[in-house]
């Protein structure tokens, strides 16, 4: 597999769509076999592709730290480590308990039948644009109290802020950053103009209730409060998005899937979880050692950047058995595909309730469901955000 040095994020690309997509999980089967802690010299940068080794760093929060450099205005939770990421997780952790979720369910379901309802009456539909892309958008965009109509700057700001180069080259690095730079500037104005307006008409929504939290008798500035929004967005879109077209590639891999599915409805909660962990759609995690740290022989230097690749973690024949077939009702499916310990994803039980409940819903409504003959894949170019950018299908009611 081809690797390339392009900068902190975005060291790793995958030159071909067919690499990405397919190559990927080949490449990362052949260094869990031949070398499974590597160091890449240039970058000082580790990447680890054994589960056992991933869980044990993402669990050892003292030596392995979740900062990283800050390109733009304040750190989220994402990459603060405690004191203070357990202070602010702990602001919005109530919002996003399952209790509290179920709240918008009704919500959710009417949002995700009004979508099918659309997609109904055409041939072709695309999972992506029709579906699995406005929901995740719509219902974050409910929670945290800002208009649906702003969907398409979301959709541009996120996009961005996940996008990987369109070629390994430092230009191309470049041009990508300075993208980066302008759509978070545009994002931390329009979150700024919010918080002023709310400020003066709160309402029962995640920005008020930042607006009006305190820790130790201190209220967060505007800027903490814009990168939360900026994080929720961004955290809970494209991810979403991409659990539901990767599991329904996984499902229509093979034809007898779908209709399993359709006869045995309680599959729906596994498959999804079948379908995070057989293509995850984060692939890799980062962290920065903040100690010396030997794991099996190998010396992790204090200062060294590791990429824990969750997504070959998931394929670990020593965790998962018959770790390459999608096993659409696999039970037990320890996936580390929400992280795992302190960073483990605020947003897990919404996005599980969105895969659910579009899952009951297609396969309700279609009766058959088929990647066209003339399918092209276009995964998108990131090596970190694994997902395809159109999934377009054919579907009889
Ligand atoms: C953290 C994946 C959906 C909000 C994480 C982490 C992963 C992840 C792997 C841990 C990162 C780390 O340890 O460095 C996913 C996947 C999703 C998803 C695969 C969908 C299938 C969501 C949604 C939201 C969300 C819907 C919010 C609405 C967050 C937040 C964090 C996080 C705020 C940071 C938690 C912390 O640092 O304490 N997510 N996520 N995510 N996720 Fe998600």
Same mark, same amino acid.
């Given at each position: ?209 930042? *607006?009006?939290? &305190?820790?130790?008798?201190? @209220?967060?500035?505007?800027?903490? #409060?814009?990168?939360?929004?900026? %994080? /929720? ?123 659910? *409940?579009?899952? &009951?819903?297609?396969?309700? @409504?279609?009766?058959?469901?088929? #990647?066209?003959?003339?399918?092209? %894949? /276009? ?19």
């Amino acid at each position: 597999m081809k690797q390339k040095t392009v900068g902190f994020f975005s060291r790793h690309t995958f030159s071909t769509s067919e690499e990405n997509w397919n190559g990927r999980f080949e490449w990362y089967e052949k260094m869990r076999k031949a070398s499974p802690i590597t160091y890449n010299e240039e970058e000082k940068c580790w990447d680890i592709f054994l589960y056992e080794d991933i869980e044990a760093i993402i669990k050892n929060k003292e030596i392995f730290s979740s900062q990283r450099p800050v390109q733009q205005g304040e750190p989220n939770i994402l990459s603060l480590d405690p004191p203070r990421h357990t202070q602010l997780r702990s602001l919005v952790s109530k919002a996003f308990t399952p209790r509290e979720l179920n709240l918008w369910k009704p919500r959710i379901e009417q949002i995700t039948e009004n979508l099918i309802d659309d997609m109904k009456g055409k041939a072709t539909f695309d999972l992506i644009k029709d579906l699995a892309y406005p929901l995740p958008v719509m219902v974050i965009a409910d929670i945290l109290g800002v208009p649906e109509e702003d969907m398409g700057d979301f959709k541009r700001w996120s996009d961005l802020l996940v996008a990987g180069p369109e070629d390994p080259t430092e230009e191309a690095l470049q041009r990508l950053q300075k993208l980066r730079t302008q759509s978070i500037t545009e994002m931390d104005t329009y979150f700024e103009e919010i918080i002023k307006y709310k400020r003066t008409h709160p309402k029962e929504d995640i920005i008020s209730i930042l *607006i009006d939290a &305190e820790i130790e008798g201190q @209220k967060l500035t505007d800027g903490e #409060i814009v990168s939360f929004c900026r %994080l /929720l967005l961004a955290a809970g879109n494209e991810t979403t998005t991409n659990l539901i077209g990767n599991t329904m590639y996984g499902l229509l891999e093979e034809p007898s899937h779908y209709q399993e599915l359709q006869q045995n409805p309680e599959y729906i909660t596994l498959a999804i979880e079948e379908g995070l962990r057989y293509r995850s759609p984060v692939q890799a995690l980062h962290r920065i050692a903040k100690e010396d740290k030997e794991i099996k022989g190998q010396n992790i230097r204090k200062g060294d950047s590791v990429t824990l690749w969750i997504g070959s973690a998931n394929r670990d024949e020593n965790k998962f058995e018959n770790a390459n077939h999608f096993i659409i009702n696999r039970k037990p499916n320890p996936h580390l595909s929400f992280g795992k310990g302190i960073h483990f994803c605020l947003g897990a039980p919404l996005a599980r309730m969105e895969g659910q *409940i579009a899952f &009951e819903q297609l396969t309700k @409504k279609f009766s058959k469901i088929c #990647i066209p003959h003339n399918f092209e %894949l /276009l995964p998108i170019q990131s090596a970190f955000v694994f997902g395809l950018k159109e999934f377009p299908l054919e579907g009889q009611e």
